[in-house]
C-alpha cells in the first residue's frame, strides 16, 4: 500500500462515522440483508458535463449534448448529507476543471474528511493549480492519454492539443516527485482501433512521463444508449481475440516495473455470479444533481432515483426503484440499460 492511500483511507475527520457506516455496508452484505442500513462508502460526483475536447468515443461529442456545471451549493448538499463518505471521485461526462467551482468543492469535502480524485483531460492543468491540489491532499489525479503521437491522439481526441497534454501530465509528475506524500498519479488508455497500433508506445510514453501506473480500458461503452453502443461497437478491438491478449500480457511484463504497474481493464467483467455492486456502495451525482446509478450511465436521461436539490439523498437511496434496481441484479433480472456490463448479453 502507498503512503498516499494509507491517507486516503483514513481520513481525520468524522472517521467514527465513517467507520461505522462502512461496518454496517460490510455486515449488511455478510448476512445478505435486503434491506440497506448505510449509505454509500464512496461516491461519484460530476463537477461539469462541459468540455473542451470532443472525443471521438465520447457522448459528449453529441450535437445534442449539453453543458452543465454543478452549483456549489447542490454539491455542498450532497457531501454534508454524506459525511460519511470515504472517497469522491469528481468525474463524469465532461472535464472536471471547467468547472470553475472544482477547487472549492475538493476543498469543501476535505473539510469533511473526504478524499477527492480527479479524471481529467490533463489540458487545464498548471502550476497554481497543481499545487491547489497538492496543498488540498488529492488523493489520486488520473490523465487520459489515448495515443503516443500526436497524429493519434489528436485525431481521437478532437480539438486536444498533445504537446499542452504531456507537458501538463510532465509539470504535475515534476512538482510532485520528490514529495513522500503525495497523490497517485495514473493514465488511463481506451483502447480503440484508431490507437491500438501505438500501444507499447503509449506504456513506453507513460512511463517516461513518471505515471504509478497505466490502465488500458478496452472494452468502449455506450453508456445504455443505442446510438453510442453502434459508433463505439465499431471502435472497439477484439480483445476475446488470443493474440490482442497476448500483445497485452507481454506489454505488462515488458513495461511494469516496481514504480510503474500496467492493468487492462474490461467493463463487462459482470456475469450472473459476479454481480454488479454499483447499487449497493455507491453512487453517481450527475451535475445537474440527479441520483444515477453508476458512471458506466452517467446520463440522468437514462435512468435517474430523483434529485438532490428537491429530495435529501438518503430518501432517494432508499426508494422503491433504488431498491427494484437491487433486485434485479441480485435475481439476474438484468435492466435494459445494465444489458452492455454483462457478458451474458455480450458474448
Ligand atoms: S475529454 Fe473526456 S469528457 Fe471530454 S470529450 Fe474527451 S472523453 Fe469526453
Ligand atoms: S450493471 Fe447497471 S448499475 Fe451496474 S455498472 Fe452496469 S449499468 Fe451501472
Redesign the pocket.
Known sequence: MTPRRFINLFPKKYIFKKLVNYGLFKLSYMLNLKKLIYLPVTMDIEPTTG?????T?????SPDFHSKNMELETFKKIIRENIQLIKIKLQ????PLVNKHLFEMIKYAKEYGIGTEI?S?G?LLNEKNINFLLDNKLSKLTI?IDGSSKKTFEKI??K?NFETVINNAKLFSNLTKKKIFRPEFSAWC?VQKENYHEVEEIAALCKSIGFDNLTFQVHLTGWGKDEWNKINEEKKIEYKNLEIKKRFKDIINNYSQKNFTIDVFENNLLNFKKKCSWPINSSYLASTGDVVPCCIIGDPKVINYGNIKTQSFKEIWNSKAYYKLRDNIENNQIDDFCKNCYREYTH
Open positions: 468540455c473542451n475536447f470532443r472525443c468515443m465520447c457522448q459528449v461529442s463524469g461526462m465532461g472535464e479524471i483531460n489540458s487520459s481526441r478532437i486536444s481506451t
